[in-house]
Nanobody
Framework: QVQLVESGGGLVQPGGSLRLSCAAS????????MGWYRQVPGKERELVAG???????NYADSVSGRFTVSRDNAENTVYLQMNRLKPEDTAVYYC???????????????WGQGTQVTVSS
């Protein structure tokens, strides 16, 4: 069974930094795109950053220049380095990944359980 497990959330002061990690586990043949989304109560989940298997990345305008997404293909892990955090970055952050498991001939989209990031003084 394929799972995504996130870590690294927490409470940080404005201007501070956090690094989120998301590791995929299970019987995996291949992982295509990986990414991070965030959601606040009452709003839709929004894309924060994505990265392809080749390393090409894209970012939401609101985080461009402050956040960096990266991945370790050998470890099936995606990271989100968040710098110069602002109170409006407060949200539950979810990772997702397009994964081909051993039990399928196609790629399926998997989600992590979410990790809370709170930016407050």
């Amino acid at each position: 069974q394929v799972q995504l497990v996130e870590s690294g959330g927490g409470l940080v002061q404005p201007g501070g930094s956090l690094r989120l990690s998301c590791a995929a586990s299970g019987r995996i043949i291949s992982i295509a795109s990986m990414g991070w989304y965030r959601q606040v109560p009452g709003k839709e989940r929004e894309l924060v950053a994505g990265i392809t298997s080749g390393g090409s990345s894209n970012y939401a305008d609101s985080v461009s220049g402050r956040f960096t997404v990266s991945r370790d293909n050998a470890e099936n892990t995606v990271y989100l380095q968040m710098n110069r955090l602002k109170p409006e970055d407060t949200a539950v952050y979810y990772c997702n990944a397009a994964i081909q498991p051993y039990t399928s001939n196609s790629f399926n989209l998997y989600w992590g359980q979410g990790t809370q990031v709170t930016v407050s003084s």
